[in-house]
């Protein structure tokens, strides 16, 4: 059973770098075909989708974020780490690390607010 495990600050400051970091067991994160994103939900608004990084260490990124976003992998701890810099309030959101492909798995989310 793959799980995901979110960890990081749950306060930034504005105009501070977030980073979040997702521990994956029961699976590999390099193994064959599968991506891992992360993806935010704001206080009373949907899900969106922040970014992906592939089996093969590939990124993807949602175009509205993609100038403020970077996404990294340590494959000797299984985890990658999502950073998104230069924060606002309108970055407040539950943040979900998940693997999007083969299956789809979520972590339990972590709640990270932006404020001074």
């Known amino acids: 059973q793959v799980q995901l495990q979110e960890s990081g600050p749950g306060l930034v400051k504005p105009s501070q770098t977030l980073s979040l970091t997702c521990t994956v067991s029961?699976?590999?994160?390099?193994?064959?075909?599968?991506?891992w994103s992360w993806i935010r939900q704001p206080p009373g608004k949907g899900l969106e989708w922040v970014g992906a990084i592939g089996y093969s260490g590939s990124t993807y990124f949602s175009p509205s974020l993609k100038s403020r976003t970077s996404i990294s992998r340590d494959t000797s701890k299984n985890q990658f780490t999502l950073q998104l810099s230069s924060v606002t309030p309108e970055d407040t959101a539950v943040y979900y690390c998940?693997?999007?492909?083969?299956?789809?798995?979520w972590g339990q989310g972590t709640q990270v607010t932006v404020s001074a």
């Open positions: 029961g699976g590999s994160i390099t193994a064959n075909l599968y991506h």
């Open positions: 998940a693997r999007t492909s083969g299956g789809w798995y």
